[in-house]
C-alpha cells in the first residue's frame, strides 16, 4: 500500500489522506491527471515521493461552469493532433498552443475542393453560433494534411532552425516536428527523413510566405478566416 496526501494547493493544507494499492495511481504524473474526490474533479499540479511508500499529490479544485456559460473561442480546430516522440522535450522548441495546429497550412491546388467544403462548415459556426466574442459550437476539421510532399529543403536556407516543436504544457516534443524561420516567416510541419510531410505557418503570415511557396504552386489556408493567401 501507498500512503497517499493530498494538499489543496490554494491553501497549502493537506485536506485527505488515503492507503491506496500502485494499480490504483496512474503510473506516471508527467502527463495531465485529473481525480475525482469526494464526487468533484481535482487537477495534479505536483506528485513528490518523499520517502518509500509514501506520495504526496498537489492538487487544484476543476471549477464547474454551466455548459450554457461555456463558448469555444476559435469557429474551427484540428481534430487530430501528432503523435508525440519518446524522451523529454529538448530547449530551443517552437511552443504551440494545441489549438494553433494547423490553423494556417500551405495546400495544393487539387485540394481545393476540400477546403472550399471545410469553408462553407465553418462559415455556418459564423453564421448559426457566434455569440458575442465567442462561439457555442465550432467545426473540428478531419481531412488532411493537404501538403504534398516536399523535398526537405524546399523553403530555402533557414534563418533559424528550431529544435523541434512542442505543444504547451507537454512532456513529450511532437514526433517528427521540424520549425524553421524562412524570410521572416515561422514554418512548421512534420517531416520523414528528407521529406516535409505537413507544412503550416505560425505566427503572422507575411507577402514573403507566398514567395517561397511559389515554385511548388501551392497555396496558404487560413482556416478560422476561410481564407485562401495566395
Known amino acids: 500500500m501507498i500512503a497517499v496526501e493530498f494538499v489543496d494547493a490554494a491553501s497549502g493544507a493537506v485536506f485527505a489522506q488515503a492507503d491506496l494499492r500502485p494499480e490504483q495511481l496512474p503510473a506516471d ?3 495531465r491527471t485529473t481525480l475525482q474526490l469526494g464526487g468533484e474533479p481535482w487537477l495534479v499540479e505536483t506528485a513528490a515521493r518523499p520517502a518509500p511508500g509514501r506520495l504526496v499529490l498537489t492538487v487544484r479544485r476543476i471549477e464547474r461552469a454551466a455548459p450554457e456559460l461555456l463558448l469555444y473561442s476559435l469557429p474551427t480546430l484540428c481534430e487530430a493532433l501528432p503523435p508525440l516522440a519518446p524522451g523529454p522535450v529538448p530547449g530551443g522548441c517552437l511552443e504551440l498552443h494545441e489549438d494553433d495546429w494547423r490553423q494556417v497550412e500551405a495546400v495544393a491546388p487539387a485540394a481545393a475542393t476540400v477546403v472550399e467544403a471545410e469553408f462553407a462548415a465553418i462559415r455556418r459556426v459564423y453564421g448559426q453560433h457566434r455569440d458575442g466574442a465567442g462561439f457555442r459550437d465550432l467545426h473540428a476539421r478531419t481531412v488532411g494534411p493537404l501538403t504534398p510532399r516536399l523535398p526537405w529543403g524546399a523553403l530555402g536556407r533557414p534563418e533559424h532552425e528550431y529544435a523541434g516543436v512542442c505543444f504547451r504544457g507537454a512532456p513529450r516534443p511532437v514526433a517528427g516536428g521540424f520549425a524553421v524561420v524562412v524570410r521572416g516567416v515561422t514554418w512548421y510541419g512534420l517531416r520523414e527523413a528528407d521529406q516535409i510531410t505537413l507544412l503550416a505557418v505560425a505566427g503572422p503570415v507575411t507577402p514573403t510566405a507566398g514567395a ?10 487560413d482556416w478560422c478566416r476561410c481564407e485562401w493567401i495566395r
Open 29 to 31: 504524473f508527467s502527463v
Open 212 to 221: 517561397v511557396l511559389s515554385w511548388a504552386g501551392l497555396a496558404l489556408v
